[in-house]
């Protein structure tokens, strides 16, 4: 079965500082990939996502991703926090072979703190 | 004008009781899902219709019941409440059933089971 993992529950950055979040996930074939936020008591949203083709992506609030197949990642970035980021970050997997259907799998999220 | 709206936001009751959750999406998408997150924010698929069609239906006691009366409206029912059904329960939706991923969450009902 696929999984993801994300690496650190918590991650805390100044503000300014460089966002990594990271995520692997198992697969032979690479799936779709994807980067959720959520924001204190509210539902989760769409950063970004890989299905094919360019492999870094760029979402929404200067967030962006790599994905790369010989290390099983996707990897997310920020160059600059802002105060505003702090939430938790989920990152996804579409299996290829669930019948097609939106069946995301999560990681156990990692929130992130941003200090002044 | 909120795209996926649940009620209730918050939901506090006893063992063995029953109880629902609706939720209704305005954003005219086919497909709609149930998803719960657990006390360590670990979310996972329990349900999806798809135009009022069960097309996923994880391992879930049976006790959790969902109805789709129209691809607007997805329900869910629990029955013979348990201390280990305490979660946020978060509905979405997506335009079509296979896999873009991009999925619409509401902002999810926080069940508490005394």
């Known amino acids: 079965a696929q999984s993801v993992t994300q690496l650190g529950s918590h991650v805390s950055v100044s503000e300014g500082a460089l966002v990594l979040l990271r995520c692997n996930y198992s697969s032979s074939v690479p799936p779709y990939l994807f980067w959720y936020v959520q924001y204190p008591n509210q539902g989760l949203q769409l950063l970004l996502k890989y299905t094919t083709g360019a492999t870094l992506v760029k979402g929404i609030n200067g967030f962006e991703a790599e994905f790369k197949k010989s290390e099983t990642s996707f990897h997310l970035t920020k160059p600059s926090a802002h105060m505003s980021d702090a939430a938790e970050y989920f990152c996804a997997v579409t299996p290829l072979f669930s019948g097609g259907y939106n069946k995301l799998i999560f990681g156990a999220g990692t929130r992130l703190a941003v200090h002044p | 004008d909120t795209a996926v709206s649940q009620t209730p936001k918050y939901l506090v009751t006893q063992m063995g009781n029953d109880k629902s959750i609706k939720c209704e999406q305005n954003?005219?998408?086919?497909?709609m899902y149930w998803y719960k997150q657990d006390s360590k924010k670990f979310l996972k698929i329990m349900f999806s219709y798809n135009n009022k069609e069960l097309i996923i239906n994880e391992t879930v006691p049976n006790r959790f019941s969902p109805k789709s009366p129209d691809k607007a409206h997805l329900n869910l029912h629990i029955n013979s409440l348990e201390l280990g059904d305490s979660a946020v329960y978060f509905c979405?939706?997506?335009?079509?059933?296979?896999?873009?991923?991009?999925?619409?969450f509401g902002e999810g009902s926080r069940l508490t089971v005394l």
């Open positions: 954003l005219g998408h086919d497909t």
């Open positions: 979405a939706s997506s335009q079509g059933q296979y896999g873009t991923g991009e999925l619409f």
